[in-house]
């Protein structure tokens, strides 16, 4: 019986030529189209190009014309861009939007800033962008310090879960600067 005990092991151990591997983890794979921009025809002081793939509304309070909301309806996601008239309190302004920001600090893993500044069109402005888990990945005012301010903010509709929507977050984020770069005070 030992004989052939020790011939059923040998088989065994030499009868698989394939050594077996786990799998690696696959990568979800996304293709968005290609951004086309076109310009905006808002009744608000300034104008901005946006994408062709994101549906503008205008949002109001009490029939006034406010802002705008860029909704991308394949990515689940929106944009809110308020507008204020400046009468003397931009620095508030600007406070107020750097406290949206900080607000997630305590969830980002990174929050970065990034100067925006054109001077040929009197246009100065701050990109803010989160990382992590975080309510809003994107954030931006730009303003002309004397008269408008302009703030805007990116907001999914899921619970956030910043490795599942990094690739959304980057076509965005790519949208959220061109409309920074063509901005225009009326």
């Not at 040998?10 to 050594?19: G, R, T």
């Not at 799998?23 to 310009?39: D, G, I, Q, R, V």
């Not at 069109?121 to 809003?136: D, I, R, T």
Request: with cysteine; aromatic share 12%.
């Amino acid at each position: 019986m030992k004989p052939f005990a020790v011939l059923l092991c040998l088989f065994m151990c030499f009868s698989c030529e394939e050594i077996m591997v786990p799998k690696p983890k696959a990568f979800l794979s996304l293709e968005y189209p290609k951004a086309s921009y076109s310009e905006s025809q808002l009744n608000l002081p300034f104008e901005i190009e946006t994408n062709n793939l994101a549906q503008l509304s205008i949002s109001k309070k009490n029939n006034i014309p406010q802002g705008i909301i860029l909704r991308y309806p394949t990515l689940k996601a929106s944009v809110f861009i308020n507008y204020k008239k400046v009468n003397d309190n931009v620095e508030k302004y600007i406070s107020d939007a750097r406290k949206m920001t900080q607000k997630h600090v305590q969830v980002a893993d990174e929050i970065s800033e990034r100067n925006y500044e054109n001077t040929a069109q009197n246009l100065y402005g701050m990109f803010f962008e989160l990382k992590g888990n975080v309510a809003s990945q994107s954030q931006f005012y730009v303003t002309d310090s004397t008269r408008h301010f302009v703030s805007g903010a990116l907001y999914f509709e899921t619970k956030p879960n910043y490795d599942s929507i990094l690739p959304a977050v980057n076509y965005i984020q790519k949208d959220l600067k061109h409309l920074m770069e063509s901005f225009r005070w009326k």
